[in-house]
């Protein structure tokens, strides 16, 4: 994996998005998923530590403890922080964008604006697909080198890297992280337009090899 490290990010200005992103039901309901945020944490806490200066957008949850170099902006719903993108991306002042919010795929199709009452026996939800938040960054500003997260539960070698390069064409990443739980092992690989490293067993070691990854990058450019 990567060891060397380049010192090449001391006051760079990176992005990061990271934690669950909610979508509405009702005025009180939401639809969510388990992501906790953890590894956006994580990545910023080494990432100040090399020297950059990071920004995070995190989703609703706990946060235990954040490096208080970071700078924090806390969103909760999906159009919040679809908002956000646009304009953290657009505004010119970021080197690195790394996406690692656990961004909801499908919302209600009617949203209600009142409570809808318990006690009802059957209650249908139409869901349709959410925008791709990740394929609009690029769009917005294609100077980004920009990072992204591919997690497929179960899911062997031989499905998760190409679905991995897939989302990396599709979107234009720079650099993926393909990470998974299998057979209740964690287990990540890193991906760039040349070679797949890995695999690493556990979420501190995905962070720091990321984060050699990008000084690499960046130096490169």
């Known amino acids: 994996m990567v060891t060397k490290k ?3 990010l001391k006051n760079k200005r990176i992005l990061i998005t990271a934690g669950p992103t ?6 009180v309901r939401v639809i ?6 953890q590894t956006g944490i994580l990545l910023a ?10 920004t995070l957008l995190l989703g609703p949850g706990e946060v235990c403890s954040l490096n208080k170099k970071v700078k924090l902006i806390r969103f909760k719903f999906f159009d919040e922080l679809r908002r956000m993108i646009v304009k953290e991306a657009a505004c010119g002042k970021y080197d690195v964008v790394i996406h690692s919010a656990a961004v909801a795929d499908y919302r209600p199709q009617r949203i209600l604006k009142q409570k809808v009452r318990s006690g009802i026996k059957k209650w249908q939800l139409r869901l349709v697909p959410t ?11 294609r100077d980004l080198l920009l990072v992204g997260f591919k997690f497929e539960p179960e899911a062997p070698y031989k499905i998760l890297i190409p679905e991995t390069k897939s989302l990396m064409a599709r979107a234009k990443l720079d650099l993926a992280v ?5 057979k209740n092992r964690y287990c990540a690989y890193l991906v760039n337009d040349k070679q797949v490293y890995g695999p690493v067993f556990n979420k501190e070691d995905m962070a720091g090899n990321l984060v050699g990854l990008i000084e690499e990058e960046l ?3």
């Open 45 to 54: 806490d080494k990432l100040i530590k090399s020297g950059a200066k990071v």
């Open 6 to 8: 380049l010192k090449s």
């Open 22 to 27: 909610w979508v509405p039901v009702d005025s």
């Open 219 to 221: 130096c490169n450019r």
């Open 131 to 141: 925008p791709k938040l990740i394929d609009s960054i690029k769009k917005i500003n």
């Open 178 to 182: 393909a990470n998974t739980v299998y």
């Open 32 to 37: 969510s998923n388990i992501a906790t945020g």
